[in-house]
């Protein structure tokens, strides 16, 4: 197998002498583990290192790949204008990676380069590594606002492009864990940063890289995390590949988590082909969920099921509950994917003659018409978690503390703009933080005169 081995590492660029003048000195057990990880790599003797990088370009639809020749880079913004890099590309490993993709339908290529000087999330492994070897060329690539299902593709994709050539290939995935480990740290607290370093550590010297796919979104974003999309990259990079992992170190005491692993292949396995694992799983999830749901939610499947797998408009069945017939209201349908929002689409007041037609409009909206969203395909469907909420009558309040940010709904009203967000949304857990995205949805600024609404829900599982 061409990628020879892989390797999880962090990137603060503290660690580097020159720029931590001294304050290094409190993560040594890091430092002996990179030096550690360096030294292997000079006795594995690639000829090309492929480092994915969270501070690299990135989008939210796209995988980055840098382009031209080489790259060059330092830490002048880190106190270290002494210390800098020049580096050359493995220009031909890019171009077959990026034509494969192209091929493929898949978003990644070396389009959009903004600012082509290394990033730290680059230049720190590069730096331990340079100590001891220097005869590889670089591919450096970003991460994106893709689920993580598309990062672990994306590794496959990497795979693909190393296995039509002869080189001998290194994969680093550059990443720090929890940003919110300490109070005294730089980004604070938060409960969730312990668990994560505690849960990705286990799972990562464990080499069960399907469990990276379990972490949801918000759960990453409350601890802060730099890294899970580069890990769950380089675990594509192994799929159906058999791996002896194995665990270095982990530090926390600056308030940010520095996690050392690595990884060496040993052959295929069939049981090792991850994806397909979990995405079975979720299909069984998803399959359970929706044979439990009401008949509220049932009725959104449908809806969604009728238009995407043959373009037919539901009809207002029979047998529902008879208020689906004879009450009307605002209703939102949510379509989350493997955590992630995938869709969501409603309305404030009742725009149909009922709640019945009010849900299948609206489930048509969210699956198709969301434009943050391409519209949802026919093999989507098996993995998809739907939501139905109804809205009550929204009512005036003079203050923000006549809000809850758990029990109601805002609506943030300036002339014709409108913003609305729903009560008890996973992430959002102050009612500034509610005002404030609900004012970005109706284009309102802070220093506009606008008005506030609350309203409750009943939300259908």
Known sequence: MPIIAGFIVPHPPMIVPDVGKGSESKVQTTIASYKAVAKEIAGLRPDTVIVSSPHSVIYGDYFHISPGKGAKGGFARFGAANVTFDEVYDTEFVRDLSGICRICGFPAGTLGERDPSLDHGTMVPLYFIRQVYSSFRLVRIGLSGLPLTEHYKFGQYIRKAADCTDKRIVYIASGDLSHKLQSYGPYGFAPEGPEYDKRVMDVCSRGAFDELLEFDESFCEKAAECGHRSF??????????????????????????????????????????????????????????????????????????????????????????????????????????????????????????????????????????????????????????????????????????????????????????????????????????????????????????????????????
């Not at 408009?313 to 994917?337: D, N, Q, R, T």
């Not at 009010?358 to 978690?385: G, K, M, Q």
């Not at 002339?415 to 009612?431: A, E, K, N, W």
């Not at 933080?433 to 506009?448: L, T, V, Y």
């Open 232 to 461: 769950v990259m380089m675990a594509g990079v192994f799929d159906g590949i058999s791996v002896t992992p194995k665990f270095y170190s982990h530090e926390d005491v600056t308030g940010v988590g520095y996690g050392i692993c690595s990884y060496y292949p040993n052959g295929a396995d069939s049981d090792r082909k991850l994806l397909d694992v979990y995405l079975k799983r979720q299909t069984e999830k998803a399959e359970a969920r929706k044979n439990s749901c009401d008949e509220y939610v049932k009725l959104a499947w449908k809806t969604i099921e009728s238009y995407i797998r043959d373009g037919e408009v539901l009809g207002c069945p029979e047998g529902l509950p008879p208020e689906m017939y004879s009450e009307k209201a605002g209703a939102f349908v949510s379509i989350h994917k493997s955590g992630a929002l995938r869709g969501c689409i409603g309305t404030i007041a009742p725009t149909k003659k009922c709640i019945a037609e009010e849900i299948i409009s609206n489930a048509i909206s969210a699956s198709t018409r969301d434009t943050r969203f391409e519209p949802i395909t026919a093999d989507e469907l098996p993995l998809l978690e739907i939501n139905v909420d109804i809205l009550g009558k929204p009512e005036k309040i003079s203050t923000a503390d006549e809000l809850d940010v758990k029990r109601y709904g805002v609506i943030v009203s300036c002339g014709i703009r409108r913003g609305l967000l729903l009560p008890d949304i996973d992430g959002v857990d102050t009612v500034e933080e509610q005002i404030s995205i609900a004012m970005r949805k109706g284009g309102i600024s802070p220093e506009d005169r606008y008005t506030l609404e609350r309203f409750e829900v009943v939300r259908h599982f």
